[in-house]
């Protein structure tokens, strides 16, 4: 109730990139102090006392992860406040979008609000400093026994003035960087606001870019780092079925659906949020339709409630993710959702 007050009265009235980078910052720094970090996490955060299992159990990961709802990449673009949102309940993080080199994004004004359906529009473009100063950020933070405890992934994406001719180098030099620092990786070829970069998403161009990245992660790891590839709700049908055969004949491990829509009609960029769901839950069901058991799903877009979680973990998702969804419902919802989640019951 004190979320929705300070939201309708503050919130409302500022530019939403700033209350955005505001929040970020006091989340960054509140888990820098020790006795606050240790009151929010018992407040908020605590985690369910069942973790999704590891992967020798039939988990999707090497080890445990925390709880099923994990953060979705866009939040924190830098990942600077990973500590932070571990803090206040979400099972995992993935940061980023981040690419090859640093990137301004897009002019501002590039986030806009719509509290009436619950959904966010942004065309941000991938603002970040890249991926050296990221792995420098994830290096610092494996370098302590509580950042090392915390499951992370790294979302990559491609420069914008790198030609698509030249995407497979970009993106293979970022997975290099990070990938040693991550518990997963993902490809996204799926954005609305990078120019040309859902072309991507065509089997004959995603495959070489997935080779490459693979290839280098699991080097520069020198191990294998689990490799998952973001796809767009405005895939056609047979569009989302080519992607799910890839994700097969390359032996990938899982993918993340969906990204943002531009099936609207409120301006350039793409739609999160409520609206995305119905389309979300179509995705994830087809996927796990044509990929059968074994490779990982994680369900995005529209989850806001128990009752959508149930639904996406029903359609075929075995973790999940959230954006929009946090913004709206303040800081005590993810890990209020983990808790309930973890009695619900999961996918055979």
């Known amino acids: 109730m004190i979320y929705d007050l300070v939201y309708k009265t503050v919130f409302t009235r500022l530019d939403p990139e700033l209350i955005h980078d505001l929040a970020m910052g006091v989340i960054e720094y509140s888990a820098k102090v020790p006795l606050l970090r240790d009151v929010v996490r018992q407040a908020v955060g605590r985690r369910p006392s ?62 806009w609000r719509y509290p009436r359906t619950r959904a966010i529009r942004n065309r941000m473009g991938f603002n970040n400093s890249g991926a050296d100063a990221a792995a420098a950020r994830l290096r610092a933070l494996r370098s302590t026994r509580r950042g090392r405890s915390i499951v992370v992934g790294a979302n990559i994406g491609k420069t914008k003035v790198t030609p698509l001719t030249e995407a497979v180098a970009d993106y293979e030099y970022s997975a290099a960087q990070v990938a040693r620092w991550v518990d997963y990786l993902v490809v996204n070829v799926s954005s609305p606001n990078t120019p040309g970069l859902r072309s991507l998403q065509a089997v ?88 059968g058991e074994w490779p990982t799903i994680i369900g995005v877009g529209g989850i806001s409630s128990i009752l959508d979680a149930e639904l996406m973990l029903d359609a075929g998702a075995d973790l999940l993710q959230a954006y929009t969804a946090f913004i709206y419902n303040g800081p005590a919802w993810p890990g209020r959702l983990n808790r309930a989640l973890s009695r619900v019951r999961r996918r055979p």
């Open 50 to 111: 069942i973790p999704v299992p590891s992967e020798n159990q039939g988990g999707p990961f090497a080890r445990p992860v925390p709880g099923v709802l994990g953060l979705a990449a866009g939040v924190d673009k830098e990942g600077r406040a990973i500590e932070g949102l571990d803090m206040l309940g979400f099972g995992f993080v993935e940061v980023g979008t981040f690419t090859a080199r640093p990137q301004p994004g897009n002019d501002r004004p590039r986030m």
């Open 204 to 291: 004959e161009t995603l495959r070489p870019i997935l080779l490459a990245v693979r290839a280098a992660a699991d080097r520069a790891a020198r191990r294998h780092v689990p490799l998952l590839v973001k796809i767009s709700p405005d895939l056609s049908d047979q569009d989302v079925d080519a992607v799910a055969d890839l994700v097969l004949d390359l032996g990938l491990d899982g993918v993340v659906a969906t990204n943002t829509t531009i099936d609207h009609d409120l301006g350039e960029g793409g739609l999160s949020g409520a609206p995305l769901l119905p389309r979300s839950l179509e995705v994830v069901r087809r996927l796990r339709n044509r990929l």
